[in-house]
């Protein structure tokens, strides 16, 4: 077993799948008191919308994205996301463990090489830090590149509009 530590998740990775538990962290008491004793920095949380959820979202952000995960995942069967069987209330997901992207051999350079254009069209389109993060792509028993980490509502919809394209047309070499 491997575990690795993110930003909203801790992964125990097992030989098959890999578990992902949400981060419960604290809120952001320096945005709260930002706002209630320091008048003036009230105007800039003005653009964050709700300031609650601005200060209270740090504890739900890590439940919000696995259980995102699984319903988008339940909801498409997509084949460019790698499978999320079971999300407990976002607490525990269980996904499918694939070969990460990033830990690749010398002779799939190649490969990665050819993907970078996609990465490119990725960086002009602004989404979000999930779609560039090599290690947040893996390949399934088939070959084909799949995406391990989908639970930002940001990019969704362009998987979901994409996906299809994405899986048939990246392939590891055999």
Not at 30 to 58: C, H, M, W
Request: hydrophobic residues 40%.
């Amino acid at each position: 077993m491997k575990i690795e530590i993110g930003t909203r998740k801790i992964v125990f990775v097992f030989n098959s799948f890999v578990l992902k538990l949400a981060k419960i962290r604290q809120p952001n008491w320096r945005a709260l008191y930002t706002i209630v004793f320091i008048n003036k920095a009230y105007q800039e949380f003005k653009d964050k919308g709700n300031k609650i959820s601005y200060i209270f979202r740090p504890i739900y952000l890590g439940l919000l994205v696995n259980l995102q995960e699984r319903r988008v995942y339940k909801m498409s069967r997509n084949k460019f996301l790698a499978p999320t069987y079971f999300s407990f209330f976002g607490i525990c997901n269980i996904q499918k463990k694939r070969r990460v992207l990033e830990k690749y051999t010398p002779e799939l350079q190649p490969v990665v090489d050819s993907y970078m254009h996609f990465f490119d069209f990725v960086k002009r389109a602004e989404f979000s830090h999930a779609l560039l993060n090599k290690q947040n792509y893996g390949w399934d028993e088939t070959g084909h590149l799949q995406i391990i980490d989908y639970g930002d509502k940001v990019i969704q919809r362009f998987l979901l509009e994409q996906g299809d394209y994405l899986y048939s047309n990246f392939k590891e070499n055999p």
